[in-house]
Each structure stands twice: as structure tokens, then as C-alpha cells.
């Protein structure tokens, strides 16, 4: 059964309906919250597909990257593709960054529970291995 998402215009409470397509077309949709007869249908914007290319293309941008720390899940999927795609082994750190972002950890989280990560990045220090 299709599921209609509307928000109230009188009081904009947003519900969601599960209606028939026969139901859509005869009932009125009234607000749960006041009543209200005229609530507005939310349209859901349509997820576009995008080719791989594109999606390594997209991480140069900055705006995308910001978006993306509150969508670990989605980062996380973006940079095991983006390994994949350079055919390179990231290292165990890496896979292990992915595998905690795939499981919806922040990567302040990760980065927490990972103090030493990035430890290797930057101006090695000769004296700390020997
Ligand atoms: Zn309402």
C-alpha cells in the first residue's frame, strides 16, 4: 500500500498515510493534529543515480564532505567504493574507519575510540619505532 506524506498548512505538523490509490483519489486527507482539510503533499525528491566517476568527483567538494560528517553510514559506503576504485590496499586502519562509519559511528566517535589514527600521516618521527 503507498504511503502519502503531507504536512498540515494550518498547523504544519507533517503525518505520513498509508491510503489505496482509490482512497487517494475519493477521501480527504485531514490532519491528525487539528483537523485541518488542507494538507499538502510532500513530494520526495527522487534519489538520482549517479556513475561512479561522478561520486569520486563529487568528494572533492568541500560542501559535500561537510554534509556527509552527519551521514557516516554514507561516507563510509563513498570510501570503500573510492578504495575500490583505485584498487589500492588503504591498510587495516582504513577498513577499520570504514567498518565503525558503516555502522553509523560520527567520525568524532571514531576518532575517539581511535586516538593513534593519523598517527602515521604528516613528518614521521625517526626516534618513536626504534
Ligand atoms: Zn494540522
Redesign the pocket.
Known amino acids: 500500500m503507498p504511503t502519502y506524506e503531507y504536512r498540515?498548512k494550518?498547523?504544519n505538523?507533517k503525518f505520513e498515510i498509508f491510503l489505496t490509490y482509490q482512497e487517494y483519489e475519493n477521501a480527504p486527507v485531514s490532519?491528525p493534529?487539528?483537523?485541518?482539510l488542507n494538507p499538502e503533499r510532500i513530494i520526495r525528491p527522487v534519489r538520482i543515480s549517479r556513475t561512479e566517476q561522478a561520486r569520486l568527483d563529487s568528494l572533492t567538494d568541500p560542501r559535500l564532505l561537510d554534509r556527509l560528517d552527519d551521514d557516516p553510514q554514507t561516507l563510509g559506503k563513498m570510501m570503500r567504493e573510492m578504495s575500490r576504485e583505485l584498487g589500492e590496499d588503504m591498510g587495516s586502519e582504513f577498513d577499520e574507519v570504514v567498518n565503525r562509519l558503516e555502522k553509523g559511528q560520527s567520525p568524532e566517535e571514531i576518532e575517539r575510540d581511535l586516538p593513534d589514527l593519523g598517527a602515521g600521516e604528516g613528518i614521521p618521527d625517526p626516534g618513536l619505532n626504534d
Do not use: A, I, L, S
Not at 33 to 36: K, P
Open positions: 498540515c494550518d498547523c505538523h490532519c493534529v487539528c483537523g485541518g
